[in-house]
């Protein structure tokens, strides 16, 4: 393959990933866990960093939010 053709077929993959199911609700999911950071950052009055926000809303929110989800499709 050259090395267009790979660039081409890349291209072309990732433009499919964006319009793919699964990315638009890793998408959907990140951004309820950026809500959630900012959400607890504001109570605490300080940043609490992505890290702690991802592990706080698997733990008490994404079973039920993943649920609901899934009542849409």
Do not use: C, P
């Not at 009055?45 to 993943?66: H, N, P, S, T």
């Amino acid at each position: 393959m050259t090395r267009n053709m790979i660039n081409t077929y890349v291209m072309s993959d990732s433009n499919n990933l964006t319009n793919h199911t699964l990315y638009s609700e890793f998408l959907a999911e990140r951004d309820e866990i950026l809500r959630h950071k900012w959400f607890e950052s504001e109570k605490v009055g300080y940043d609490i960093g992505f890290d702690k926000a991802l592990m706080e809303w698997i733990v008490r929110y994404r079973k039920e939010w993943r649920q609901t989800r899934k009542l849409h499709y």
